[in-house]
């Protein structure tokens, strides 16, 4: 099928670019637009009992998103700046979108003012019913109203402000993560393709013609490596479409975008790479062009396509969850595998078609014994001492995260330069109050009712507790209850607390919301679904990877070598972000804890690329073992064939990752350090160390599968026929007429 399909692209090449051509203009040019509608929510689903009540309370205040006035450095029971604040609460009490602005001369003990009377709060209250349009408009308008105001230091913050500061800040790190990794993926794409060659080339001929045998092999470098760059700008074009029509459906996290562009990216290089090197290589065994093209997508091609599939497998296990943010980032990520593989399959073999001619192969194939087969060779003399040893290893690295603190992400998250978090950090360290979020209980009786007097007392005598106060509300069917624990807002003593108070015998129907216990609420509700998720991805990756090889051994060695690489990145996490090691380094504060969601989407983005790098390693093995019948050759050769090509792909996939590490946004930075640690974890330690040796020690039970399960494999198993060479090419084609995907 995939060299049918080359034969059409070859024929349509020029009609193929240009639909290509579409879609890059398109995603550029309209998909952009998703910046604009990034939502900075608490994540969950929206039927959990914090989530319920927090819009319960926002509905009955009748009132919107908040916008903070911070008016600080002056006393502020300066005459003068009483006048001048109150004039601008005037002044912004006018404004379209806005409902009603507290200050705190108008509601004193409202913890407004700060302790030491040297700052004040102004609360500006948006509209309910206020579009996005109108909220930012609101925003730039109290912005220019506040900076009227006659005070050292004043700054705009709140949720509104922050949301547009993160959807700012996402833009900029994308910008800013690209601009770091493509030009190092280029000088890398050169060498691997040969520019280190065609450069002594250049040399030796000179400049003397622009036809010269040097500039010629300087070209054919060049538009070999500008490829996989070419297919990484269609892919992040398609993401920001998928995205954008995602956004239309539901909310999109403020890091959905570089989270899924960092994937597209990677992805992309990765494909490009594999079908460029193959077509080079099918071109030196003197293949013309329409031959070169079949057998690249009859294998090269399939390698995509199963990969392709295997990653959109694991991403589809954050469908499980209820919580709408992780469904998108799954859509969002299965959309933009499925166009980094439909690139790879269409726009790369009609530019290979369009520029054959000034790609030039390389001057012979990969040798079969080098640097990766005699590496394999010691690996498997001490194959006993270095299985147990590396295992040890890496179940070492990942102890810290025993201890992991596991939080959702505020706005310590943005840069130490943005407002709203400067504005934060000042409330939080000068105003009453202000220090911990409180749990919010709503009970549904009068303030009045005996039966509440006791149930807020119950809740006074819980563990935990710092302090109680009941909201003097006009309502006298409803009662609000803040309860403030000891400690951080999301600490384990404010999370028990939660679990506690929901414990309580309640004298009506009450329900908590607040800081904790979104937390708690999220918590559990990755936990119910995690067993499922992880189910999911696991069984799916057996069941492809025992099509692919009939064994039943191979798949769960390489689930359990996943998981244990996964592991050693998950405690380097918590060593750098939670306890701060490398922060100066990297550029920010260590905030104490790592965001909940992190080890999720590591384990599942990741999960999916190691399985690409397994599928093409394993594949090869295969490959050797049906032509040889010795595994421990069988597996020397397959590093071999795939060493150089694997480690190039890894290095470029993790120069996307730390390019995306460099980002502000601490999410983003988690994410990218996490899966550049993952992969250099699972190409160098796992696939030159692990692999080799346990493959070692296994046998000839590596290929060992029941009776019953090798007869279905025989049937229905995957593999690839590549149509054979003209008669009387000089190649070795016997190994390649039944080659297992990869």
Do not use: C
Not at 287 to 306: E, K, N, Y
């Amino acid at each position: 099928m995939l060299a049918s399909l080359a034969r059409l692209v070859h024929r349509r090449r020029w009609l193929v670019l240009a639909a290509w051509v579409v879609v890059l203009v398109a995603g550029f040019g309209y998909g952009s637009q998703v910046f604009g509608r990034l939502a900075n929510e608490s994540g969950l689903r929206p039927d959990a009992e914090s989530v319920r009540t927090s819009e319960r309370l926002r509905k009955l205040a009748d009132s919107g998103s908040e916008i903070l006035v911070l008016v600080d450095g002056a006393e502020t029971r300066d005459p003068a700046l009483r006048a001048r604040v109150s004039a601008a609460v005037a002044e912004i009490q006018r404004l379209p979108g806005v409902a009603r602005v507290v200050d705190g001369y108008r509601a004193p003990g409202t913890g407004l003012v700060a302790r030491d009377g040297r700052a004040m709060l102004l609360r500006v209250e948006l509209a309910d019913d206020a579009s996005s349009k109108e909220r930012d408009r609101a925003v730039d308008a109290v912005r220019e109203q506040a900076g009227r105001i006659d005070a050292p230091r004043v700054l705009v913050g709140g949720e509104a402000p922050a949301n547009r500061e993160f959807q700012r800040q996402a833009q900029h790190d994308l910008e800013k993560g690209e601009l770091y990794s493509v030009p190092v993926m280029l000088l890398l794409l050169l060498v691997i393709f040969g520019g280190r060659t065609a450069g002594r080339r250049l040399r030796r001929t000179g400049l003397r013609s622009r036809a010269g045998a040097g500039l010629a092999a300087m070209l054919s470098v060049v538009l070999s490596a500008s490829m996989p760059l070419l297919l990484a700008a269609v892919a992040v074009a398609g993401a920001f479409l998928i995205l954008l029509g995602l956004s239309h459906a539901t909310d999109i996290s403020s890091y959905s975008v570089n989270v899924v562009t960092m994937l597209g990216l990677g992805l992309a290089v990765d494909y490009s790479l594999l079908v460029v090197s193959r077509f080079r290589e099918e071109r030196a065994g003197g293949l013309d062009l329409p031959m070169a093209l079949d057998r690249t997508m009859a294998s090269a091609g399939r390698t995509v396509a199963f990969s392709g599939l295997t990653v959109a497998v694991s991403l589809a296990g954050l469908l499980v969850f209820a919580e709408p943010f992780l469904r998108s980032l799954a859509w969002g990520g299965i959309g933009v595998v499925l166009v980094a593989m439909l690139a790879a399959i269409t726009l790369l073999p009609a530019l290979l078609a369009i520029w054959s001619g000034r790609i030039r192969p390389p001057r012979a194939r990969p040798a079969d014994h080098g640097f990766f087969y005699r590496q394999s060779r010691v690996v498997q003399r001490f194959a006993l001492a270095i299985v147990p040893l590396v295992a040890l290893v890496l179940l070492l690295a990942a102890l810290p995260f025993r201890h992991a603190e596991l939080e959702n992400s505020g706005l310590e998250a943005l840069p130490r330069s943005s407002e709203s978090r400067r504005l934060f950090e000042t409330v939080r360290e000068r105003f009453p109050g202000a220090g911990t979020d409180p749990l919010t209980v709503v009970v549904d009786v009068d303030p009045r009712s005996a039966g509440l007097a006791d149930y807020v007392h119950r809740i006074k005598a819980l563990p935990g507790v710092d302090s109680v106060q009941v909201r003097p509300l006009p309502l006298p069917t409803l009662t609000v209850v803040d309860v403030v624990p000891a400690g951080p807002s999301q600490g384990p003593v404010a999370r028990r607390l939660v679990e506690r108070v929901r414990a309580l015998e309640r004298p009506a129907a009450a329900t908590v919301t607040g800081t904790a216990a979104f937390l708690v609420d999220y918590r559990d509700s990755l936990l119910a679904r995690l067993p499922l998720a992880f189910g999911l991805v696991g069984l799916a990756t057996l069941v492809l990877l025992f099509l692919m090889t009939g064994s039943v051994v191979v798949p769960i060695k390489a689930v359990v070598m996943n998981v244990l690489s996964l592991g050693a990145s998950f405690g380097a996490l918590v060593w750098v972000f939670q306890e701060g090691h490398l922060s100066g380094l990297l550029g920010f504060d260590p905030p104490g804890m790592v965001d909940i969601s992190i080890p999720v989407l590591i384990f599942i983005f990741a999960f999916g690329l190691s399985m690409d790098y397994e599928v093409f390693l394993i594949s090869r093995i295969k490959e050797a073992w049906d032509e040889t019948g010795d595994n421990d050759r069988a597996v020397a050769l397959g590093l071999q064939r795939t060493g150089r090509i694997v480690t190039s792909a890894a290095l470029l996939i993790v120069v996307v990752f730390l390019g995306f590490a460099l980002s502000e946004l601490l999410t983003i930075k988690e994410i990218g350090l996490g899966m550049a640690i993952a992969v250099i974890v699972d190409a160098t330690v796992v696939r030159t160390l692990l692999v080799p040796a346990t493959m070692k020690l296994m046998g000839r039970r590596n290929w060992w599968a029941p009776a019953g399960l090798r007869r279905l494999h025989d049937r229905f198993g995957l593999a690839e026929h590549l149509p054979p060479p003209p008669a009387g090419e000089p190649r070795d084609v016997g190994r390649e007429l039944r080659t297992p995907v990869g």
